[in-house]
């Protein structure tokens, strides 16, 4: 008769299902997975890896690459629901991955979304953003999206995990990557196109508060809206450039912004490349 053998005394107990392990196990295995090229302008034509790196995660949620090693070695510690679901989004995480993570970093699950927009959406309205052959959204007066289609998903992953346009240009540092010259072609213009938002409305709370919420987390948009004076009302006709996951080359686009006359806040935004395709 075989003795039975007690876990080793220095080793993890694996059946155990302790929650460090499994959270360093799955955490690891989620980045692993993960395609570089499916991410905005992180493929270059000198990259090697075929992985995207602890380092690389880092910088895309923007703590240090102490801070998420932390995570990946299984370390339960302080973690925030904002970093949780800035990791949630660059691990392009699901939202039963996404539950995982939070219980096993932090005991519980995570908050529900919630749906900011007091727009209400029509079938007829619905049906343009989806026959449009290029990336097509719609957007309140606070930015909040209201509708997008496949092919804006397809270009921007973070309409599956944000729902506010301007809270992922200034808080998400993959922006900084996708958005080709954020710093001067993107930033500045979005932020005086709030200022001009803020005048016309102040009596708006969703958009105060994202002012706040974007000034406090980002110290380049605080300078910008503390010195800049430009006035920018809408970037209809502007040309921009920008990163795509799976492309190596950067797409110029043209914005169209356009505006129902049923609802003046309401921004019907298209983004048609300028190489006229798809």
Request: hydrophobic share 40%; aromatic share 8%; net charge neutral.
């Amino acid at each position: 008769m075989t003795a039975k053998q007690d876990p080793p005394r220095n080793g993890p107990n694996v059946l155990a299902g302790e929650p460090g392990i499994e959270l360093a196990r799955l955490v690891r295995s989620w980045r692993e997975r993960l395609d570089p090229t499916g991410i905005p302008g992180l493929v270059t034509a000198t990259r090697r890896r075929k992985t995207v790196s602890q380092e690389e995660i880092a910088r895309l949620i923007g703590v240090s690459a102490v801070w998420y090693g932390n995570l990946e070695r299984g370390e339960r510690v302080n973690y925030s629901d904002d970093f949780l679901d800035r990791t949630a989004y660059a691990l392009r995480l699901s939202e039963p991955e996404r539950m995982m993570l939070y219980l096993y970093a932090v005991g519980r699950e995570p908050a529900a979304r919630r749906r900011s927009t007091t727009v209400e959406l029509t079938d007829v309205l619905q049906r343009i953003i989806e026959s449009q052959p290029w990336p097509a959204y719609i957007s309140d007066e606070a930015w909040d999206l209201v509708a997008y289609n496949q092919h804006m998903a397809d270009w921007f992953p973070w309409v599956g995990y944000e729902s506010n346009v301007m809270r992922w240009v200034f808080t998400y540092n993959e922006a900084r990557q996708q958005l080709v010259d954020w710093e001067t072609a993107w930033a500045p213009l979005m932020l005086a196109q709030m200022r001009v938002a803020n005048a016309r409305n102040p009596s708006n709370m969703r958009l105060a508060n994202l002012i706040r919420e974007i000034c406090r987390v980002n110290p380049d948009a605080r300078r910008l809206w503390e010195h800049e004076t430009t006035v920018y009302v809408h970037p209809d006709g502007d040309h921009r450039r920008l990163h795509l996951p799976y492309h190596h080359q950067v797409k110029d686009i043209e914005i169209v912004a356009l505006a129902p006359l049923r609802a003046a806040n309401v921004r019907l935004m298209m983004l048609p490349p300028l190489d006229g395709g798809r």
